[in-house]
């Protein structure tokens, strides 16, 4: 069965430091997105990506975060200068259609930040 | 924001028995969805509901989408322990891409 798969599994970086997570969406799924879970706590929605380009953001998601699609297959999250309370379990998703058509999301497993 | 209310945040219940837990919200969601979360690894869907008053049956699971389009809830029958695990509601608003989720209910089985 096809999977969304996440690159690493656990990064522990120092404040300040930049951070690259992976993500590998499904393949011929069209929106990709990533939301995060701080331990304990419930899932919340940073940004979703489509054709390209960023289609929604949530307020979490400041200039210190950044979303490419470098090549056909890859859509990576870019935290530019880490800061504690980015903490937190990453969870990348994709669908093949947009949520605002009923498109089911499919999670990856998580790359867990440690910022120290 | 919008909010998602989940309840109750834990239960804890003998092999076998039913269980039961809802979600509600002041805004109208045009979908509800059930996740189901295992310790380290990201969350599963169970069940999609898209219309209101939907009742929907996934094996032991049922999930209904409130008539007000404001709530929903989940039963798990005759429950295993492989249902242990953390379950979140999430809606979605017309015309975005986003999910909300609520807090979870995290589910505690005696065997």
């Known amino acids: 069965e096809p999977e969304v798969t996440q690159t690493p599994s656990h990064q522990v970086t120092q404040m300040g430091q930049e951070v690259i997570l992976r993500c590998v969406p499904i393949s011929n799924h069209l929106y990709f997105y990533w939301y995060r879970q701080i331990l304990g706590q419930k899932v919340e929605f940073l940004v979703s990506f489509y054709n390209n380009e960023i289609s929604e953001k949530s307020e979490i998601f400041d200039d210190q975060f950044s979303v490419e699609r470098p090549d056909g297959s890859n859509f990576t999250l870019k935290i530019r200068s880490t800061k504690l309370e980015d903490s937190a379990m990453y969870f990348c998703a994709s669908s093949l259609m947009g949520t605002d058509n009923t498109g089911e999301l499919f999670f990856g497993e998580g790359s867990r930040l440690t910022v120290l | ?41 990201g969350p599963v869907l169970l069940i999609a509901l898209y219309k209101a008053g939907e009742l929907t049956s996934n094996g032991r699971l049922t999930a209904q989408f409130g008539i007000t389009r404001k709530d929903s809830f989940l039963n798990i029958s005759a429950s295993i322990p492989s249902d242990v695990g953390i379950y979140f509601c999430a809606g979605h608003l017309q015309g975005a891409q986003k999910l909300v989720f609520g807090q979870g209910t995290r589910l505690t089985i005696n065997p």
């Open chain 2, 1 to 41: 924001g919008q909010q998602l209310n989940q309840s109750p945040q834990s239960m804890f219940i003998q092999e076998g028995e039913d269980v039961s837990m809802n979600c509600t919200s002041s805004s109208i969601f045009n979908t509800w969805l059930w996740y189901k979360q295992d310790p380290g690894e």
